[in-house]
């Protein structure tokens, strides 16, 4: 069956301009996680949702970031502004539920803000 | 403040012997902890899993101890093959949400 699938695999951008990152989570995982690694870091969560709502949006570091899950089923990550900071790999994950023990990860997205 | 540590970054093991990855976390009140595989380009796979109440769990060739005295895990990988070579992710958890370790590369030479 179908992974998580991410797009796109990689974005360059321009300091200051906006960007879009799409995340389709496995069929019937109610549950969507974004997360984002640095060079040499661990993924660091940013946000949970729980159907179309974001249950926990305390990982996002600033309010130029924003995501949306507008049907329950594929998410986007917003970064306006992007600083050079925010180049990273974006990880999105799903799970069947909540209080599921297994995230299934999909293969990320390189942003570098240059 | 690092709330999950993997103070190795990298390890190499010859084919054959034994892998032990490291862990250290500092909370007391994780739920469980888990184990994630990363190989270039693709996202972390999920490997083995612990609960907070049990001391090992054993899947194949993989092991995990955990040792709650020392808040302390460890990961197992009995006999090493070269298809193991990948940045092994620990993470601990609570309810949903996921803390990692920063990752230990571990390469596996035939």
């Known amino acids: 069956g179908a992974g998580v699938s991410q797009t796109p695999s990689n974005k360059v951008t321009e300091k200051g301009k906006y960007v879009e990152l799409r995340c389709d989570p496995i069929s019937g995982h109610t549950a969507l996680y974004w997360y984002r690694q640095s060079l040499g870091q661990g993924p660091e969560f940013l946000i949970y949702f729980q159907g179309t709502g974001a249950a926990d949006d305390s990982g996002l570091p600033n309010d130029r970031f924003f995501a949306v899950r507008p049907e329950g089923s594929v998410s986007t990550l917003k970064i306006q502004r992007t600083e050079r900071g925010d180049s990273a790999v974006y990880l999105c994950?799903?799970?069947?539920?909540?209080?599921?023990?297994?995230?299934?990860f999909g293969p990320g997205t390189r942003l570098t803000v240059l | 403040d690092q709330q999950v540590k993997q103070n190795s970054p990298s390890l190499s093991v010859q084919e054959g012997r034994i892998s032990i990855l490291n862990c250290d976390y500092t909370n007391s009140m994780f739920d469980y902890f888990l184990w994630y595989k990363k190989y270039p380009a693709e996202g972390p796979t999920f490997l083995i899993s612990i609960s907070s109440i049990k001391d090992k769990n054993e899947d194949g060739r993989f092991t995990v101890f955990l040792n709650k005295s020392a808040k302390h895990l460890s990961l197992h990988i009995v006999p090493s093959q070269p298809g193991d070579s990948a940045v092994y992710f620990c993470a601990a958890v609570r309810t949903y949400k996921y803390i990692f370790g920063t990752g230990t590369r571990l390469k596996v030479l035939a």
């Open positions: 994950a799903s799970s069947l539920s909540q209080g599921d023990n297994e995230q299934f």
